[in-house]
């Protein structure tokens, strides 16, 4: 495991995008793994800024994103969804058809729609840059505490913790309670995995997944056992 300590979230933010930007020049169909929260938001404007400048091309990129929540229409501003438009595939010229994301509008077969995904990976060849994000409780995706390392993707119940989490970003609005998530599983079969985290309120989440035991109370801790992941912190979230 590569960690990688910026000076700031702008740094560490460049520095994701790069290894994005270097992975797409090499191979202009790789399938790419993606995440939402406020964490990579630095890196997806890098990305689209660095997709302007340089002329970019995306149109034979895959991508699929970790996870959605289960209940929201893909319209409403909290969806993972609309995180996506927003934030990246509105600015960039990633084929529409290339997109995945899992579905959690109401209405929907999970488990029909679970193993469509897995199959939709599957058929890409495999995920061969997956970047992630990391909950304070040790979580990738919505894998909570205690999801096991074979677990593919389905619909799981949030934590108490990351609901709290989110009501920062829900306001007012209610939180779901599930997301369909890709598994610990799904991810460890990524080729090479990415984890960013910046902030003290991580440090502690970081710490247990990079050096504490390897354990599936601590879902990050997974990382550890991947021959290929590179940590990108900034000095907000290191330790000592
Ligand atoms: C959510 C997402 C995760 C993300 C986490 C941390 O729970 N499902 O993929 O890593 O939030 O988000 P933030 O980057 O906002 O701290």
Redesign the pocket.
């Known amino acids: 495991m590569r960690v990688l300590v910026t000076p700031d979230y702008r740094t560490l933010s460049r520095t994701a995008a790069e290894l994005v930007i270097k992975a797409v020049r090499a191979k202009p169909d790789l399938t790419l793994g993606l995440?939402?929260?406020?964490?990579p938001l630095g890196m997806y404007e890098e990305i689209v800024r660095e997709y302007r400048d340089e002329h970019l091309d995306f149109s034979n990129m895959r991508t699929f994103n970790?996870?959605e929540y289960v209940g929201l229409l893909h319209d409403a501003p909290k969806s993972y969804h609309s995180y996506m438009r927003r934030h990246f595939f509105q600015h960039v010229n990633v084929s529409p058809g290339n997109i995945n994301i899992p579905e959690g509008k109401p209405g929907v077969d999970f488990d029909a729609e679970a193993e469509r995904y897995e199959k939709a990976i599957r058929e890409a060849g495999g995920i061969d840059l997956l970047i992630?994000?990391?909950?304070t409780n040790g979580?990738i995706?919505?894998n909570e505490p205690g999801a096991p390392f074979d677990s593919r993707t389905r619909v799981v119940d949030l934590a108490p913790e990351?609901i709290l989490n989110a009501q920062r970003h829900f306001g007012n609005e209610h939180v779901p309670r599930k997301a369909i998530t890709m598994g610990m599983g799904t991810i460890r079969e990524a080729r090479r995995i990415v984890l960013l985290a910046s902030g003290a309120h991580k440090a502690n989440a970081v710490e247990r997944a990079l050096r504490g035991p390897v354990s599936e109370s601590v879902p990050a801790s997974a990382l550890q056992l991947h021959p290929r992941v590179i940590v990108i912190l900034d000095e907000t979230v290191k330790k000592n």
């Open positions: 995440p939402t929260g406020s964490t970790l996870d992630v994000g990391i909950g979580h995706a919505f990351t």
